[in-house]
């Protein structure tokens, strides 16, 4: 709502800024007049000249010009000094056939004032000029050399033109000068305007580290001096890409400037105009997307846990879901306790799993949503939980707390239990709704990150919360009766094969042996509950016998398993496709190859993934489409942590997978893929981008692909 008038008003400061460097610069004295004396002085930022040891001809001599303010809030400007200030200008006096060269400056540093950009030094600098010394010039001797300085001495709230009239003498640390000089690499970068930025390649070793990388523009009026900027690495070469001035000029032949890494130090490129890479490792800004109003994304949560409920991930807990619906219809107060108790469950544990994620970023950790099951003790313990539910479905032992015959406070408890799990199984899945305000919740300040969270679990919470409270949407459902103990057998297929599922997962993150010793463990647990059972269909005091008979299990479990785990080295099991493993450094490669570019994020645990690869993905009429095509295919396989995906999902504004990523020949950006795949969309999407190219090769139709 404010963005207008805000941009508005850094516009107007920003010309009213260059009236005055304008007005300023035409006061200052001609190159053609001789030496003035000074009109303002540099009483707030003192200039020394000095030189470095006496000159010899045919050699190149070097000048010094060291500022230094006479306290800390003043500060100086790089040659092109941003949104405001004043560069310095400079006029020698030397001996005849004498030549200056441009000035050498140190690296400067951003402030921004106003939403000013301004490129400045703070301290004491030095600015070195070479002088090159004619061969005929006499030896010996230290010649007389002035300089005439206009600068400009500024504040965070004042500024102040400064002059001065200084003549050389030898001196100074130019040894110390020397280094901080931001020195010349030795290849030409290249730039190139796209779609409103400057895009620059500069050469740069791939080990140079770049703790805080920005880069500055010598070229005045050329870029948005204040706007984000976005670097990534490829190979050897960083690649800046800078929004451009909505009211400044052409680069020219040449952009000119300095790449800053932090910390002082940086190199001078010399760019020209040529192709630059596309794509690269992100190391400093972001993907510039249009973020969504907050209201958007809080009702994309909300849908998003709505659809939540049928997505397939869920489905196994909907027998848990059955169970209570059915056993509401016992009462007004009983179902609305339960209807309550279930949705707190379920939005407590959506809230707390976003806060440890939040708090793990916020400790430098690279995890996404679903990070816990990344984690092979955590689906373990899922493994045994789901064993265990199963196991009471089917008749092997009773549990009162979820027994269809409980009181209100037991169901209650039941339910919230029920939530809880429920909550923590669809956090695989991120439906079509949920993806923006996942996305959105990993930038956004924490408190509102966590009230995205909370919506989400509303969404997944919804329809049991309205069949709690709501007495004309409960009387649809089956009256209380015999029947439900069968329904709650008949419900115990859907949780084995859930359990099957998670033993598959099992093998699948820890190896075969870490699988076996898990399936013993829940042997053990299941043989105790079926001890339960029998005592307790005897009328027996049972739960004792339960840990006699679990405890060696138990314990055999917690000493194996973390000696059989076997670290994942398998990056993705065979494809139709035969994608190639995702890294950055492949994907930089396959977009240079010219050809079209499908990437896809996915993970065993992630149902959703699942079932977009049999439907869409894992298809000979794929596979022939994006032959035809000319497609690359590359997978990025999140099963297991792995810090480049988690880094590569954050940089595309991603909470987690799945994620489909559509890059085109020469696009600065690719195309995001619905989460949801149909078995003809890649199909489709591989003919469109054979048709764009020109290509004369056909795209296999659907009809009997299969």
């Known amino acids: 709502?404010?963005?207008?008038?805000?941009?508005?008003?850094?516009?107007?400061?920003?010309?009213?800024?260059?009236?005055?460097?304008?007005?300023?610069?035409?006061?200052?004295?001609?190159?053609?007049?001789?030496?003035?004396?000074?009109?303002?002085?540099?009483?707030?930022?003192?200039?020394?000249?000095?030189?470095?040891?006496?000159?010899?001809?045919?050699?190149?001599?070097?000048?010094?010009?060291?500022?230094?303010?006479?306290?800390?809030?003043?500060?100086?400007?790089?040659?092109?000094?941003?949104?405001?200030?004043?560069?310095?200008?400079?006029?020698?006096?030397?001996?005849?056939?004498?030549?200056?060269?441009?000035?050498?400056?140190?690296?400067?540093?951003?402030?921004?004032?106003?939403?000013?950009?301004?490129?400045?030094?703070?301290?004491?600098?030095?600015?070195?000029?070479?002088?090159?010394?004619?061969?005929?010039?006499?030896?010996?001797?230290?010649?007389?050399?002035?300089?005439?300085?206009e600068f400009l001495a500024c504040t965070d709230r004042v500024c102040v033109p400064q002059d001065a009239l200084v003549e050389a003498s030898t001196g100074g640390d130019f040894a110390r000068w020397r280094a901080e000089v931001a020195p010349l690499i030795d290849a030409r970068a290249r730039f190139e305007m796209s779609a409103g930025a400057l895009r620059i390649g500069v050469p740069l070793p791939a080990e140079v580290d770049l703790p805080e990388?920005?880069?500055?523009?010598?070229?005045?009026?050329?870029?948005?001096?204040?706007?984000?900027?976005?670097?990534?690495?490829?190979?050897?070469?960083?690649?800046?890409?800078?929004?451009?001035?909505?009211?400044?000029?052409?680069?020219?032949?040449?952009?000119?400037?300095?790449?800053?890494?932090?910390?002082?130090a940086g190199v001078r490129f010399e760019a020209e105009p040529g192709a630059v890479p596309a794509g690269g490792e992100l190391v400093a800004g972001s993907v510039e997307t249009a973020t969504p109003p907050l209201w958007t994304l809080v009702l994309g949560a909300l849908v998003g846990g709505l659809i939540l409920n049928i997505m397939p991930c869920v489905f196994p807990i909907l027998s848990l879901k059955a169970l209570s619906l059915a056993r509401a219809g016992e009462s007004e107060a009983?179902?609305?306790?339960?209807?309550?108790?279930?949705?707190?469950?379920?939005?407590?544990?959506?809230?707390?799993?976003?806060?440890?994620?939040?708090?793990?970023?916020?400790?430098?950790?690279?995890?996404?949503?679903?990070?816990?099951?990344?984690?092979?003790?955590?689906?373990?313990?899922?493994?045994?939980?789901?064993?265990?539910?199963?196991a009471n479905f089917a008749g092997v032992f009773e549990l009162p707390s979820i027994s269809t015959g409980a009181g209100a406070r037991k169901g209650a408890g039941g339910a919230f239990a029920t939530g809880l799990l429920a909550a923590f199984a669809a956090t695989p899945c991120t439906g079509p709704f949920m993806a923006a305000a996942l996305g959105a919740a990993l930038l956004l300040p924490a408190p509102i990150a966590l009230v995205l969270f909370a919506m989400l679990g509303l969404g997944l919470a919804l329809p049991f919360l309205l069949l709690g409270f709501v007495p004309a949407l409960r009387r649809r459902l089956p009256k209380p009766g015999a029947w439900m103990n069968t329904f709650r057998r008949v419900m115990a297929i859907p949780m084995g094969l859930t359990a099957l599922a998670l033993v598959w997962l099992t093998v699948q993150l820890g190896g075969r042996g870490f699988g076996l010793f898990a399936l013993i463990a829940v042997f053990g647990v299941v043989l105790a509950l079926w001890v339960v059972g029998r005592l307790q269909q005897a009328g027996k005091m049972a739960w004792p016998a339960?840990?006699?008979?679990?405890?060696?299990?138990?314990?055999?479990?917690?000493?194996?398993?973390?000696?059989?785990?076997?670290?994942?080295?398998?990056?993705?099991?065979?494809?139709?496709?035969?994608?190639?493993?995702?890294?950055?450094?492949?994907?930089?490669?396959?977009?240079?190859?010219?050809?079209?570019?499908?990437?896809?994020?996915?993970?065993?645990?992630?149902?959703?993934?699942?079932?977009?690869?049999?439907?869409?993905?894992?298809?000979?009429?794929?596979?022939?489409?994006?032959?035809?095509?000319?497609?690359?295919?590359?997978?990025?396989?999140?099963?297991?942590?792995?810090?480049?995906?988690?880094?590569?999902?954050?940089?595309?504004?991603?909470?987690?997978?799945?994620?489909?990523?559509?890059?085109?020949?020469?696009?600065?950006?690719?195309?995001?893929?619905p989460q949801v795949l149909g078995p003809s969309s890649l199909v489709e999407r591989a003919a469109l981008s054979r048709t764009s190219s020109g290509s004369a090769r056909s795209v296999p139709s659907e009809a009997g692909s299969d």
């Open 546 to 673: 339960f840990g006699l008979v679990a405890a060696p299990f138990l314990i055999f479990g917690a000493f194996a398993l973390p000696a059989g785990y076997e670290p994942r080295t398998e990056r993705m099991a065979e494809s139709v496709l035969d994608p190639v493993p995702f890294s950055r450094k492949a994907l930089t490669t396959a977009r240079a190859s010219g050809d079209p570019v499908f990437v896809w994020f996915t993970a065993d645990w992630c149902v959703t993934c699942k079932v977009n690869e049999s439907v869409a993905i894992e298809r000979e009429a794929t596979r022939e489409a994006f032959e035809a095509a000319g497609v690359v295919p590359m997978v990025g396989d999140w099963t297991v942590r792995d810090e480049a995906i988690t880094q590569f999902l954050s940089d595309r504004g991603a909470a987690g997978v799945p994620l489909y990523l559509w890059y085109e020949p020469g696009a600065a950006e690719p195309e995001q893929l």
């Open 213 to 264: 990388p920005h880069v500055f523009i010598g070229n005045e009026r050329l870029v948005d001096y204040a706007a984000s900027q976005t670097l990534r690495r490829t190979d050897d070469m960083l690649i800046a890409e800078i929004p451009l001035d909505d009211y400044g000029e052409g680069a020219g032949d040449t952009v000119s400037g300095i790449l800053a890494f932090g910390a002082g």
């Open 1 to 149: 709502m404010f963005a207008a008038p805000r941009i508005a008003a850094v516009a107007w400061l920003k010309a009213l800024a260059a009236l005055c460097l304008a007005l300023y610069a035409a006061s200052s004295a001609s190159q053609d007049e001789p030496l003035a004396a000074p009109r303002f002085g540099d009483e707030n930022i003192a200039v020394e000249l000095f030189a470095d040891g006496l000159p010899e001809p045919g050699e190149e001599w070097m000048l010094a010009l060291r500022f230094t303010p006479r306290s800390k809030e003043w500060h100086g400007y790089w040659r092109n000094p941003g949104d405001a200030g004043q560069g310095m200008t400079l006029r020698l006096d030397l001996p005849d056939g004498w030549e200056a060269g441009d000035a050498l400056y140190p690296v400067p540093e951003t402030l921004v004032i106003g939403g000013l950009m301004n490129h400045i030094y703070e301290g004491r600098y030095a600015v070195l000029v070479p002088v090159r010394v004619p061969e005929e010039a006499a030896a010996g001797g230290m010649p007389q050399v002035r300089a005439q300085v």
């Open 334 to 390: 009983a179902a609305r306790i339960e209807g309550a108790a279930y949705t707190v469950g379920v939005v407590i544990a959506c809230v707390g799993l976003g806060a440890v994620m939040l708090a793990l970023r916020a400790a430098g950790e690279q995890v996404g949503w679903a990070f816990q099951l990344q984690e092979p003790g955590v689906v373990v313990a899922l493994l045994l939980l789901a064993s265990v539910i199963t």
